[in-house]
């Protein structure tokens, strides 16, 4: 498996990158994100890679970073979804877009990519969401973990029957630093104040 390549940037298309390593010359699908990066750069370039092998062609994707190429994986895994579309959709979101919009449930946010219909950002919330919210590495993603307890479980249920929506408190519990055994009515209290200013 060829984990990355470093070389010099010899040629840049609207989302492909041919890299000169030691006189070989590798044509990477990439993002515009890692475009964008290394044209910034320039020179030489370290891209992270992933390999799609299949019968009628091998596919080299380019990241600029070990978080797109982590989300592309994720992303890649999605039935319908495809290397392509993954890249799509890591053009128009950023890391943290996707983070967020996996958090609230947003399939508008996965529309915007070029390729990504409403059915199928349902499907990419529906097989994903439990596979990285919460449970996502902080080092892997910018987006911000909502911590795992019976406490703010509670809160959220208590918050629910209140009439708020779900998506909308996830959201403000990511914009909180919670402690790592919060009181209850704490918790609810400075929730309930965030919501309902719209902060």
């Known amino acids: 498996m060829i984990s990355y390549l470093k070389g010099s940037v010899e040629e840049v298309a609207e989302n492909l990158i041919i890299l000169d390593v030691n006189g070989v010359g590798y044509s990477l699908i990439c993002s515009s994100r890692t475009i964008s990066e290394a044209k910034e750069h320039g020179g030489v370039v370290k891209l992270h890679t992933v390999l799609n092998v299949r019968e ?10 070990n978080k797109e190429r982590f989300w592309f994986n994720k992303l890649n895994s999605v039935q319908g979804v495809g290397g392509k579309v993954a890249i799509s959709i890591l053009s128009a979101l950023s890391e943290d ?5 996996f958090l ?17 950002a349902t499907r990419i ?4 969401k439990d596979k990285v919210v919460g449970k996502v590495d902080l080092n892997m993603t910018v987006g911000t973990q909502i911590p795992q307890s019976n406490t703010v479980n509670d809160v959220i249920s208590a918050l629910i ?5 779900k998506p909308d408190i996830l ?6 630093e919670i402690d790592n055994d919060p009181q209850f009515d704490t918790l609810l209290r400075q929730i309930l104040g965030k919501l309902s200013t719209g902060v």
Not at 110 to 119: E, H, I, L, M, S
């Open 56 to 65: 009628d062609a091998w596919t080299l994707f380019g990241f600029y970073s």
């Open 97 to 101: 877009d996707i983070y967020n919009a």
């Open 104 to 120: 609230t449930e947003d399939k508008n946010m996965f529309t915007r990519a070029d390729g990504v219909g409403a059915k199928l």
């Open 125 to 128: 919330i529906s097989e994903l």
């Open 161 to 165: 029957n209140l009439g708020y929506q």
């Open 171 to 176: 959201r403000t519990i990511s914009t909180i």
